[in-house]
């Protein structure tokens, strides 16, 4: 029994001896019977397969066969092939894994790749071709793919296994636009196992000096590089700007995205320049965030269900985009804020004081040049302060050589205001012109919050103004407006005025400080004001009060900058429609420093000496 369990023993040794010694003359003959040129010449395939690209190397392939078999090529250079020759790409050196009992029966898929050290060219073209093409293999998926054709033979087991980029640099030059885009320090993978499996991208890098990362999903390629659409699932995380997408997507001739939306930038300027494109006018908007449903087709975008982040505000809404190269961006849309700072809305659309074409005075650093806006706004509430505005309903429109912002209505102190800001050539930077309707407004609390003092009318009140200024609108101070205003009242009240004891401080026929007749009001039941204003100085060319007895008027000019006055007024008595006997019409001079000016009585000043 002890002798038969050791000629067991005996056997099983020689026997996995044998399958050893068998293994390894196997692992030992097979790279002997894969010639190294086949290698080269199949890696060479797989390359001008997936890209379109010769490959040539600076030196024979070096093949290792421990721990796994790798080929790898030095000094390597992809051009294109056909009859456009051009340089695609150039790296140190290329190594891709195989399996060795594919090699010897002579059909060779390459697992994995490394490309060391590459320097990349990209180039979109303006018909939207690509220097880099698909061929062979590939290229046949694809079209059986475009076709839908069962029937059509195609490798799909084939694939590009995981391509890892290490230390690499790019150069893309997009013609459609004409700006280019660097990228250094790029590495990451590329991992395609098979055609009919999901496509997986992790690339990071330095895009344009700030460090960027993209990742981009699809479980069938092969439909999205044919044209058709594919679900697709792609992120870009930088300083400027965080994106991510989710949803169908096709690379047709005709680009067509639908799916949801992310995307956040602290800066709208920051991003414009990181991605090479001035347009200087909106170069001040700073923090924006949307979250929305995009449906894309070509260069027109449609954002549904937006929830908008505008610097401070919130919104929601609708927006059409045009993003076609080499013309100026078109917005369109409906977006409704629950509040909103307009005064730093309008500083936001102005070309950006370091920017080189505003510096120049180029036209094209223009508004009305740069870009195209046709959107309907409403907030609930509306700020440019000290004064807030609220039920808003107003439209910015920007194009065909103008631009404007418009309320159509909205409620303000108590009362309805619409208005119009028409803006000059250059944008809000250069001021504008103003139209704005009052009615049924109360003046009192506009009095208390602009801390105005001395004798000024309270009551409602409907107002015009037609004004204009060559300053940046949000910068506007009214030393800075010409133009004229009107002003009607109904029952009101001028406040700090006594009238008895104004009229005999004018009858005692001397000087006084306007501060001794401020203890009391004049109820008038009707008012009516015009002013001409020019630049702090404003031409009071009719001001009239009518009491229920009394009427008092004037006259002048208000150098409102320096906070003087010089008005010529008079108190009268209202005709009567009887024999009653009038008193004398009191003429008067008002002058000084506002709010205690100094009064003349008129018979003072004309008194012969």
Known sequence: MK??????GKFLIR??????VVFLAGRLALPLLVPTAAIEEDLQEAIAAWTGARLEAGAPPQIEFWPYPTVTLRDVKLTRSGGDSGELATADRISATF???????????????ELVRPDILIVGHEDGSFNWRANGWLMDAITAARSNDENQSVETDRGIGTLTIVDGKARIDDRTRNVEHHVTDLNGTIRWPRMDRSLDVSLRGVLNGEVTEWTFVCDRP????????AAIKTSLSSDPMNASFEGVGSLSGNTFFAGSLQLSTPSLG???????RDISAVGKLGQIGLDAKLNSTGYSVKLDDLELKLQDANATGVLDLHLKPQTPPRIGGTL?????DLRSLLSAFSPLPGSAKAAQGDHDASLTSQLEVDLRLSAQKATFDPFALEDVAAGLRI???SASFDIGDSTFMGGRMSGRIALADRGFESGGQLQMTLSGVDLAPIIDTLGLTGPLPVGRATADFELSTDRPLWATTSSDVSGVVRLRMGNGILTGFNRQSFEELVAANRF???SEATNGVFEFTTGDFEAKIDRGLAEVRRAKLEGADKTLTFSGIVPYRTGSVALAGTIADNPQSDATVVKPTVSFFVGGSWPDPVISPVSLLTKAP
């Open 3 to 8: 002798y038969q369990s050791l000629l067991r």
């Open 15 to 20: 026997a996995a001896a044998a399958i050893a």
């Open 99 to 113: 399996d060795l009992l594919d090699a010897v029966r002579g059909r060779l898929d390459f697992d994995e790749i």
């Open 222 to 229: 092969l439909t999205l590089f044919s044209g058709l659409n």
């Open 270 to 276: 920051h991003l414009l320049a990181w991605q090479g």
């Open 336 to 340: 409704a804020f629950d509040e909103i």
């Open 399 to 401: 194009g065909d050589g």
């Open 512 to 514: 006084f400080n306007m």
